[in-house]
């Protein structure tokens, strides 16, 4: 009884569920998923926040229905159905934005297609929905979202004022004025550049953690 006890007590909560996929298990600077786009679409800070709340929108749905059905579902097809759930989100958003914000359709391209092949999206749907209850899983995909759409969004941020002198198309004459801007940043290996540096810091980071611990 008390073994029990100590397991509901120790049982994570929606909110650790929520949380822990912004920091702890942040998508891309921790687990290093989604790399594709992340590299692809940073190149500007809209472009970023964008394929984030499309990303946060697959996710929470995704997960919703796969947890709300893991019970229907044959394990034997469970990735094909998780992949028609998905694709069927992701045509949603497709269509969304291409109706109502085709700048941003016209900017992200392919990409929007491809979530539904995103590895975050997958791994979250086979290592989480299908075995956890409704709450759990909505608050998982939402928190996996804000994390993947923080990690975009700065990036983007950070190419963006680098390589064009702007931060969400805003500040241009005014930072140019004292920046020249380099247009190497906007361009695809400052996206390796960017995340590489991000990897680096959060490594420096940790050693000083640990170092600070022992």
């Keep these: 009884m008390a073994e029990i006890d100590a397991v509901v007590v120790n049982k994570p909560s929606p909110i650790r569920h929520l949380l822990n996929g912004i920091i702890v298990g942040n998508p891309t600077f921790v687990l290093v998923l989604g790399i594709c786009p992340t590299l692809a679409v940073t190149n500007a800070a809209i472009n970023g926040f964008s394929m984030g709340m499309a990303v946060i929108f697959v996710l929470a749905f995704s997960n919703l229905f796969i947890s709300m059905f893991r019970k229907f579902i044959p394990d034997q097809i469970r990735i094909p159905a998780f992949i028609m759930i998905i694709a069927s989100l ?100 400052g996206g390796f550049l960017t995340f590489g540096l991000a990897l680096a810091i959060k490594s420096w980071l940790e050693t000083r953690k640990k170092e600070g611990g022992e």
């Design 90 to 189: 992701v045509t949603i958003v497709d269509l969304v934005m291409k109706a109502y914000f085709p700048p941003l359709y016209k900017a992200l391209g392919i990409f929007i297609p491809l979530i539904v092949v995103n590895c975050i999206i997958l791994a979250r749907a086979e290592g989480f929905a299908y075995t956890n209850t409704v709450v759990d899983s909505i608050c998982d995909g939402i928190g996996t979202g804000i994390g993947f759409t923080l990690a975009v969004t700065v990036m983007g941020a950070f190419r963006e004022f680098l390589g064009n002198g702007t931060i969400f198309g805003l500040g241009g004459d005014v930072i140019r004025s004292f920046y020249n801007p380099a247009l190497v940043m906007v361009m695809a290996p």
